[in-house]
């Protein structure tokens, strides 16, 4: 089949940085015909980078590549009254628009969905803010490391009780405003299901602090009905599960079944300390973690990390290596799976970027068109899309509104 999934949908996007690229990204890579509008300064990732040979260039950002393949890109003021009767225009033919502006922005910049679908009854509208569009917060702006201590995840990777000298820590780059994408864009599919079903579009609104908090798994549960509090560096009440460093890098240990304990002692050469008393079960062994730790990481260092974690594999040990960046790129698994794609993307060349972690039987992921240079597609959409004529357009951008 030639379809993609989501041929035939019509997307606009008023996206900055990541949450909203990353919702209308999963889009596109469906195959829904994505038009990302930007200000005449372009999205702010295009000034992140990395850069190749870290040179900055508008067009070049790695995180703006990876965000914005398979998009068309038009520039629009959306602050005079031409550009937003244009916009108008855009989601008048829109089957979704997703943005993450803030709440004080939406208003200045039109966002009214009680307006849009007066004109466009079938329109789902995905709004993408810090936290939601009600509530006591739903104005504070925030950053990524605001998000990840507004929803719980920094402190579970940071100290915790008699830790307190080891701060909260958060991720590296903008990892909330990633999951704010994927939630936003599972919830619009949802309503765009709903909206094929009844003929009725409707306003989508994500939280990213509750797309966090949604995540925070049983530690979340652990305060109400135990009074604990969880953290990274917590007690663990049975052992050994923890990290290790090897020689050439670091392992995760999880031995905590007996058989697997007893599998690790025999790989190690039966050392005369594991039958000690101190040791003869997962608690005890957890009760006297600082000493078995310090046994264990003596022979742990001596060790390579791929060599130990497969003869782990061979003995039922469920060790699991700690894979850097470049251990990703050169996975045979990764690679065997086709999860790496390259993009030719002009003034760059190629470049090689996550592909999709699904495969459709019928409608596969493609990766059909590199990362928009910044307005690349204005005078095309104008003309082809909106039907204005070359000379009108040359008028807009005169008056720089294009």
């Known amino acids: 089949m030639n379809e993609h999934a989501l041929s035939g949908v019509r997307v606009v996007e008023c996206g900055d940085l990541v949450a909203a690229p990353y919702a209308s990204k999963l889009l596109a890579d469906l195959g829904a015909e994505v038009i990302k509008v930007e200000p005449l300064a372009g999205d702010s990732s295009r000034r992140r980078g990395p850069f190749p040979g870290g040179r900055p260039d508008p067009n070049a950002s790695g995180l703006y590549i990876y965000l914005n393949t398979n998009k068309r890109s038009i520039t629009l003021d959306l602050t005079t009254t031409r550009g937003r009767e244009l916009f108008g225009t855009l989601i008048d033919r829109a089957d979704i628009f997703v943005h993450n502006a803030p709440p004080a922005e939406m208003a200045s910049l039109g966002f009214d969905y009680d307006r849009f679908a007066a004109r466009n009854p079938r329109l789902v509208m995905t709004s993408i803010t810090p936290f939601g569009l009600v509530g006591p917060h739903r104005e504070y702006a925030a950053t990524d490391m605001i998000l990840w201590n507004a929803g719980g995840i920094a402190y579970l990777n940071g100290g915790g009780p008699g830790t307190e000298a080891m701060p909260p820590l958060k991720t590296f780059g903008h990892q909330s405003e990633f999951q704010g994408g ?12 709903a909206a094929a079903r009844d003929g009725q579009g409707q306003h989508v609104s994500v939280s990213i602090q509750e797309c ?11 305060w109400p009905y135990m009074g604990l509090v969880a953290s990274r560096l917590g007690v663990k009440p049975i052992q050994p599960l923890d990290f290790m460093e090897c020689a050439d890098g670091w392992i995760f240990l999880c031995c905590i079944e007996e058989h697997q304990w007893r599998s690790f002692v025999e790989l190690m050469g039966n050392p005369e300390w594991a039958a000690m008393e101190l040791f003869e079960n997962r608690l005890t062994r957890a009760a006297n973690w600082d ?3 310090l046994m264990l990481q003596d022979w742990v260092k001596e060790q390579r990390v791929d060599e130990l974690y497969r003869a782990a594999q061979q003995r039922r040990i469920p060790f699991a290596p700690v894979s850097t960046m470049g251990d990703l790129l050169r996975s ?4 065997a799976r086709g999860f790496f794609a390259t993009v030719a993307q002009p003034t760059v060349g190629p470049v090689t970027v996550p592909g999709a972690p699904y495969h459709f039987s019928q ?12 307005g690349e597609h204005t005078d095309a959409v104008l003309t082809g899309d909106l039907h204005l004529t070359p000379h009108e357009v040359d008028a807009l951008r005169s008056e720089r509104v294009v």
């Open 182 to 193: 994927v939630n936003a864009a599972v919830a619009t599919l949802g309503a765009l299901y």
């Open 212 to 222: 966090l908090a949604a995540i925070l798994e049983l530690t979340f549960e652990y």
């Open 291 to 293: 000493a078995l730790k």
């Open 332 to 335: 045979e698994h990764l690679r």
């Open 363 to 374: 409608t596969p992921w493609t990766l059909r068109s590199p990362a928009p240079t910044l």
